[in-house]
């Protein structure tokens, strides 16, 4: 079989696997922080017969974390509901996490399960919250709460996106970057320590590099646990309990999700020195590290007290019943998930910080 064989019927197979291509499609995006990136991708559509053929109703979405409620999935049910093919609609988000969190979990519901395409603008987006089919809004002020799984079936991180992003977006997403170090790769938390600077002034090269082997390693604890059932995915919440503790009592506005990841990581880090589980030294060196790129590493920089965190912390979606679960370290990566940690442990440390 040639090679021109080979490729048409690998296009009819995809044709098959992906009927979405000839149709329609609704596309969510942000305002912000891209614009530039969603000009450039309204301005230069793919040369090709299908997409002459597609629509994109565009719903623009506030880009913050106080976007993701369900009113925020409404609008797409109403708008899309009244086209008479409305069941070839794909979902389409260009954007960061919080919309596409919200566009994810549109998608998994409308006629119980439309096709979602996701083009990530955030180095955040990129490199985590894009993949994994992971989809999930707040509520009562408790994290992600409700939500669904619903993969994509087309991720497009392209990393020359990030040009559109400030300095504040490019650092709160780099801490998700190191998260992947940390829980099971000391190598790439050794790279991040060189290289983590010029990825965040832009350097092409790093970008590309951290995109691609933080995609590779999510994929491969997604691949192992895709519902998130204490296994390896599980591990990939690496200091978002006290993150979003710390989200939950800062309010809407306050920090960024990254910035919050970056304190909850520490914080991670220095739990787990407290309970005897890791050496201090690796935690000077996680807090070192990325208070060197600029992103805050201490309860005092988010305007919080450590005991306003317990409360926040025992709702956690990750708890079971009355047991608490967190993942700790027994040093830099060396994650592990704890269950049925003692609460009064937790509520005395952070009664100290």
């Given at each position: ?260 990841v970056a304190i909850g990581l520490v914080l991670a ?7 005897g589980l890791c050496p201090e030294t690796d935690v ?70």
């Amino acid at each position: 079989m040639n090679h021109e064989s080979r490729s048409r019927q690998k296009g009819k197979a995809d044709r098959r696997r992906y009927p979405l291509r000839a149709r329609r499609d609704c596309r969510n995006r942000e305002r912000s922080p891209g614009p530039r990136s969603q000009r450039s991708l309204r301005t230069r559509p793919a040369r090709s017969e299908p997409r002459r053929n597609c629509r994109s109703p565009a719903d623009p979405r506030p880009a913050r974390r106080g976007g993701e409620d369900l009113a925020g999935t409404g609008p797409d049910y109403r708008r899309v509901g009244h086209e008479r093919d409305c069941a070839r609609y794909a979902y389409c988000c260009v954007g960061g996490g919080s919309v596409g969190d919200v566009t994810g979990l549109a998608a998994s519901l409308f006629k119980r399960g439309t096709p979602v395409i996701q083009i990530p603008t955030t180095l955040l987006a990129q490199v985590d919250s894009g993949l994994g089919g992971k989809t999930a809004i707040d509520s009562g002020g408790i994290k992600n709460i409700a939500g669904t799984f619903h993969s994509p079936v087309l991720i497009v991180a392209d990393p020359s996106l990030l040009d559109t992003l400030d300095q504040r977006q490019m650092s709160a997403g780099y801490a998700e970057v190191v998260k992947y170090g940390l829980i099971g790769d000391p190598a790439f938390f050794a790279w991040c320590e060189r290289h983590g600077k010029a990825l965040i002034a832009g350097d092409r090269e790093a970008r590309m590099h951290a995109v691609r082997h933080c995609l590779a390693s999510k994929a491969r604890m997604v691949r192992g646990d895709y519902l998130d059932r204490g296994g390896t995915r599980t591990l990939l919440n690496l200091g978002h309990s006290f993150a979003h503790a710390i989200e939950a009592a800062v309010g809407l506005g306050g920090l960024l999700h990254g910035e919050a990841v970056a304190i909850g990581l520490v914080l991670a880090f220095r739990f787990s020195a407290f309970t005897g589980l890791c050496p201090e030294t690796d935690v000077d060196r996680v807090a070192a590290h990325l208070s060197s790129v600029g992103l805050p590493t201490r309860l005092d920089h988010a305007g919080v007290r450590g005991p306003a965190l317990f409360d926040w912390m025992i709702h956690d979606k990750k708890n079971v019943g009355d047991e608490l679960v967190l993942v700790l370290v027994h040093g830099i990566g060396r994650a592990f998930v704890s269950r049925a940690l003692d609460s009064s442990a937790l509520r005395h440390f952070l009664s100290v910080l």
